[in-house]
């Protein structure tokens, strides 16, 4: 099975680079991983220059595309030696213009709304997880991006709708502004070859200004000039902090990869090469692999396997998922649980496709666009380039709207269960209102506050119509995704009154109420109690019947609103990153969690809940028919012991992943970790053997030293498993 | 016959009782009484409590619940006379942490197909099933039969884990039904096998005749022997030896796989939650060297390639 890729000197002497950024500090070490591309330089020099300083901020799309525009200008081209794929970012869009509502005309209304949302422990922030479509770039190349701009933008001023001309003016200043960043490529390139003094040396140096000069304008001609515009493009989204995801590498770049080989320019190992090179620029960065075509065919072909071996060259995290569907190919499946039983560090992410599909099928979205659908970071998917849905901008704990729900029910004399739950719908609908509002308001001035130019570039509708991808009708599908944190909390609790309240009235809800304010004080017996009740997490009918019946409660309500961007509804998201940062301020809750202790990560059984062992724990998040949510993951820690006397580790991992997939499972991460050496890692982070240490967080892999004490404390928490069996 | 199934626990997932993954269906009541037992909890017939210290949070409640007064408190927690318990339950019932409890689960059939079923498409991936386990299953062997029957019927793998020490007729009514017999094998002399499990082995070597006779005419069920290596009674190599002369004279085609199980001590915690004593408490596991040498005397006189040693061994330079 394994197969051990070579690595060339060179392909070593970049990877060495990649480990010296990382270890230096120097790549950007945001929490979530996704911004690990930019190589820090220090605060920002032009500060008082940035457009919005020196004239005065105007939340107004022109000036963020100025600003945008002058903050890639400062950037200073940058080619190392033996890179063949060049371009690196060094400072993003936050770093010089404030993304705050407080700030715009919505103000006086937003601020009350937001701070209602914040009391509930929700938030409206973050920035979106959507997905461009790649192929744009890749077939019309910047001019004909251009051409096009300038084509709507001079017909919507000849029709006088000045909102969408000047939109269109902000975008041409963006689209010139990474043209020019690809000129400065080229002309670097050509001075740095003309100065060579080895024919080598020169010879690369001139085909990256060769490359550069044709893909600053056109589009690109060969794979290695696909890869390089691929990159060019990717860093100018993430320069506006995107945890986008980036689509179907294995699709778009195909028609390149072929041509290559077909004219013997391009071999196999090449190609391997080029993308390495590219995740190792990028340092993490979402993509797909694998899926179905619009036949419903297989879609895994040459190159998503060069994908891979990609990773296994190179060995550092990228955030690839393999999108698994009952039909792929089995040698690429069994490669893919090849790779991750190896190195253990959640990547490639398993992940359904089949669910994603039918999920897209059951909004409304037609067949020809939803066979497309591809993982966009975390637990999203999105249609490339045509679905917008604010994923992981909005959330909400589900703890609260239950706390609140239960005082009611003390208030109005709750007499039977039933009654109690049809209070916690209506905080239910309460809280999805409340988002509404906030959305609304913040739909109002995105366009002018914090346009998503860029990612507009790269998609169908917002250059015609004149609207970004996130206002109204920008693209066709505009769900608004919303995470719901807490669930199988909310479910385990329910499961708890139900059976101690209003079965054997051991408690009254009351009691319930007051020991949850009380944080159980002097109420331990109490508290054992509500904690050994059923709980989600162990394939028991009761508990789990409980953790349907909250989700559908969820999905059901959420989807009975529309958002203002084209009336479209909420969906649900079975995830909160959030959650485990963000439990400090949530209340004790009738599980028997305590005030402050974290709660359940997504749709992962609270910790230490799951006592039945793997299989049982599995069959629990495959409860919920997946199709009607917009993601939730399950994370699962495995002991390196779990491997113990096995000869074929990655049959495991395929055969478990096939098991759970099948039986409507949706999104594995699969870390396999010494358990001591984490624990040692946070009392020694400057031991050098744990520096390059990667866990999957959630949806999103770092490196382990490099997050919160309270990031790690809550990541060796977890069950982890050193069998299969309990 | 017993329509209901008296079984200690349900695990799934395992990877040790037979091929592939699997759900083990252990099943309470055993003829043997084997010092070393890694399930005591499983030998008696009769429902016992079992009290985890470290779930405890001392309220004692469950003191004044039993109407047999059987619970008392000491420093190390809660004692329990045994020879006053009628099983009420009382005291799980009223503990509120779930540290009492009662090992013991009846199943009726429909639950039990239910439960192991969930895990089927496990099962096909890993070409794995059920094993019935225990326990002795053969002193349930009508509801077994019928559970067995049932599983056939849903076209999963069966296997039966046995200890042969059963009436023939008892491992006759399951066998249409199973795949693969696990066979225990402990000790080859009868004086040894009755001083360290409390009875001879007679019956245990002619049920074992008769089903490698069965099993060569009729080509099922697979035939898999099983000798746990416990230090000091049944680890060393003149015992495996006359075992594995034994099964060479008898069944050398038929036994497709002999497993040399190493003894560990990780059940001393369900001595200390049933309250007895363990005599194995302390014992260490064997060494890789001690292994080897047994399995060198097991490959003696059996082919090689049918010969497994698993489970926990420690490192010599540990000692």
Sequence with gaps: MKRTQIRSERMQTLINRYHELALSGARKANSTGELRCVIERGPFPKMSEVPSRAQGYRPEAEQWAEDYAFLLDTMEPQIHGEETIVGEIHWEMADIRPNDPAVTRIREEFLPKARELGELGGYCASSAHTCPDMEIVLTEGYDGILKRIREYKEMYGRLNNLRRHRYLCAMETVCLACIRYIERYAAHAEALAKAAEEDAERLQLTRIGTACRRIAHHAPETFYEAVQVLHFSILFDKAIAHGNGYGRIDQYLLPFYQQGKKDGSLSREDARDLVAELYLKLAGCFFGVGGRKEDGTDAVNELSWVALEAYDLTEIDCNLAVMWHSDIDAAFYAYACDILARYGQATPVLINWDIMYASELRSGIPKEDAWKVCYAGCQWYSIPGKEYCGHDMTSVPGITLLLRALKRGVTEKAADFETLYRFFEEEIHYAIRLIQAVESLTDQVRGDLWPEIVTSMFAHGPIERGQDLAAPRGVDYQYTSFNIAGIPNVADSFTAVKKLVYEKQLYTLEDVVQACEADWAGQEIMRQRFLNQPKYGNDLPEADEMYVKVCNSFQEIAESYVNRRGGQPFRPCLYSYMSHLSSAG???????????????????????????????????AAAADMRKFQGGSIQIELQPKFFDGKEEH????????????????????????????????????????????????????????????????????????????? | MCRELLTIDISRGSAHDGPGLRTTVFTKGCPLHCRWCQNPESIGVKNEPWWEKHSCIGCRLCLSACPQKALSADQNGIRIDRTRCEACGRCAEICPCGAMSFQGQTYDGERLLREVLRDRLYYEQFGGGVTCSGGEPLLQYGVVAEFFRALKAEGIHTALDTSGAVPLENLQAVLPWTDLVLYDL??????????????????????LLWLAGHAAREGRPKLWIRTPLIPGATADEKNIKEIGTFLSENMKDVVERWELCTFNGLCVSKYGRLGIPWEFDGVKAMTGETVTRLWRAAVSAMPEERVFASGMTRSSSAE
């Design chain 1, 650 to 726: 990655f049959a495991y991992i395929r055969d478990f992943s096939n098991a759970f997939f099948k039986s409507g499972g949706f999104h594995l991460n699969i870390n396999i970790m010494d358990l001591a050496k984490l624990e040692d890692a946070m009392e020694h982070p400057e031991n050098p053997e744990y520096q390059q240490l990667m866990v999957r967080v959630t949806g999103f892999s770092a490196r382990f030293v490099s997050l919160s004490p309270d990031f790690q404390k809550d990541f060796v928490s977890r069950t982890n498993y050193a069998s299969l069996e309990r």
């Design chain 1, 586 to 620: 949530v209340g004790a809750s009738p599980d028997g969690r305590r005030c402050g202790e974290p709660y359940s990560h997504g749709i992962n059984p609270q910790a230490g809940a799951s006592k039945r062992g793997m299989l049982p724990m599995v069959h629990s």
């Design chain 2, 186 to 207: 402990k000790l080859f002399d009868a004086a040894e096998h009755k001083k360290w499990t409390g009875a001879t082995n007679e019956r245990i070597l002619q049920n």
